[in-house]
């Protein structure tokens, strides 16, 4: 399932980055690598802000239904 259908407060793993060459290794500078975990912060109109790795991530919803979990 795309992480853009995760609720507030849910937590996943990532499974698979979808796209482009250059937006996949956009998704993984900023930490969406397979494996990580993933956790749904807020949500405001699709976009979302996670945690990953660590570290809270704000990101569209374009770029959130390219990140599988």
Request: net charge positive.
């Amino acid at each position: 399932m795309p992480l853009s259908m995760m609720n507030i407060g849910e937590k996943g793993r990532v499974t698979n980055v979808t796209g482009k060459d250059e937006t996949r290794r956009f998704l993984e500078n900023l930490g969406f690598v397979q494996g990580s975990e993933v956790t749904v912060v807020s949500e405001i109109s699709g976009n979302m802000i996670v945690n990953v790795k660590d570290t809270r991530v704000a990101i569209d919803k374009t770029m959130a239904n390219r990140i599988m979990v």
